[in-house]
């Protein structure tokens, strides 16, 4: 069964800072790695998908690679905003399913 | 931009009644899920459903869970006798189902959160 550990639970940083969120899964065989934002009262949105046979994606400030090998993710955000603020969780699907197995997040705060 | 909407936003019930959450996935969507999260915990897969069927489902999903798409636009979850540990956000998504529902992305919406007493 697929877990998925996110590092740290919770990080503060300055606004202008870049700054990398980790996530580790378990099982290898992953049919794809998603980053989801998730907003108070506002549900999840999608930021990147990464699909198996990719390494990392691009969109506007943020980046996000995937390892196979050593079951690992990584987010990055450049310029941190004050907006970017949220709970990033990392989601994969696991082989032949249609479920998201979720991490608990990483709650950030960008602080103006 | 098209997006999930889900009712009621809150819904407090009482333990035993029934509830039926209420999800609009977006239109030309075909493959529709639900989620659901309790408070501090991490978001937990209930349910995938597609051409009227339940595609795949999580141990959570017992009998007292439903769902049931009614009409062409509604997609709806069913709890028959709500227990306090229902209480949580429930997430229904969508996804085109271009490639089987697997590879796509999930739009999610804002959540129903649900209140049992």
């Known amino acids: 069964k697929q877990e998925v550990t996110q590092i740290p639970a919770a990080l503060s940083v300055p606004e202008g800072e870049n700054l990398v969120l980790n996530c580790s899964f378990t099982?290898?065989?992953?049919?794809?790695l998603q980053w989801f934002r998730q907003d108070p009262g506002k549900g999840l949105t999608s930021l990147l998908l990464?699909?198996?046979?990719?390494r990392e994606q691009t969109s506007g400030r943020l980046n996000a690679s995937l390892d196979k090998s050593s079951g690992r993710s990584t987010l990055y955000i450049a310029a941190s905003q004050p907006g970017d603020s949220a709970t990033y969780l990392c989601?994969?699907?696991?082989?032949?399913?249609?479920?998201?197995?979720f991490g608990k997040g990483t709650k950030l705060s960008v602080i103006p | 931009e098209p997006e999930v909407t889900q009712t009621p936003s809150h819904q407090v019930t009482q333990m035993g009644q029934e509830v039926i959450l209420r999800c609009v996935p977006i239109?030309?969507?075909?493959?529709f899920y639900w989620y659901r999260q309790i408070l501090g915990q991490k978001v937990e897969f209930l349910v995938s459903?597609?051409?009227?069927?339940?595609?795949?489902k999580s141990e959570i999903f017992d009998d007292q869970f439903s769902v049931e798409r009614p009409d062409g636009s509604n997609f709806t979850l069913k709890i028959r006798s709500t227990k306090l540990e229902d209480s949580a956000m429930y997430f229904c998504?969508?996804?085109?189902?271009?490639?089987?529902?697997?590879?796509?992305?999930?739009?999610f919406g804002p959540g129903t959160r649900l209140l049992v007493l």
């Open positions: 998504a969508s996804s085109q189902g271009l490639a089987g529902g697997r590879e796509e992305t999930q739009y």
């Open positions: 099982d290898s065989a992953i049919y794809n």
């Open positions: 990464i699909q198996s046979s990719q």
């Open positions: 989601v994969g699907v696991g082989a032949g399913s249609y479920q998201l197995t």
């Open positions: 239109s030309n969507h075909l493959y």
């Open positions: 459903f597609y051409n009227n069927e339940i595609s795949e």
